[in-house]
């Protein structure tokens, strides 16, 4: 059965950093690029970052870009997204989620991925 627990969501003010992790089993993780996603109060969700399957290839939202870092330990099947100088703007529930197909640009398109987590929850306040 295919399993993906994030954890690290929580409340910071504005300016701080959290870091979220996201173990994944029941599926080969190493084969499946990586993303996060993420949906605010009546928003869409959208994608935030992808990582590729050896973790050298990755891709932002332009809204996350030079804040928030993705990264993967294939050898502990887990995703992490480091995210600092967080805004108030960034409040939402944070998803992962897998992707099987290795674009050679990896896709932010949530439709994508066949695989999700059930969130965990980030809140900044100002």
């Known amino acids: 059965q295919v399993q993906l627990v994030e954890s690290g969501g929580g409340s910071v003010q504005a300016g701080g950093s959290l870091r979220l992790s996201c173990v994944a089993s029941?599926?080969?993780?190493?084969?499946?690029?990586m993303g996060w996603f993420r949906q605010g109060p009546g928003k869409e969700r959208e994608g935030v970052a992808v990582?590729?399957?050896?973790?050298?290839?990755?891709s932002y939202a332009d809204s996350v870009k030079g804040r928030f870092t993705v990264s993967r330990d294939n050898s502990k099947n887990t995703l992490y997204l480091q995210m600092n100088f967080l805004e108030p703007e960034d409040t939402a529930v944070y998803y992962c989620?897998?992707?099987?197909?290795?674009?050679?640009?990896?896709?932010?398109?949530?439709?994508?991925?066949?695989?999700w987590g059930q969130g965990t929850q980030v809140t900044v306040s100002s």
């Open positions: 989620a897998a992707d099987p197909t290795r674009w050679v640009v990896p896709s932010l398109n949530p439709a994508h991925f066949v695989y």
């Open positions: 029941g599926y080969t993780y190493s084969l499946y690029y």
């Open positions: 990582i590729s399957t050896g973790g050298g290839t990755t």
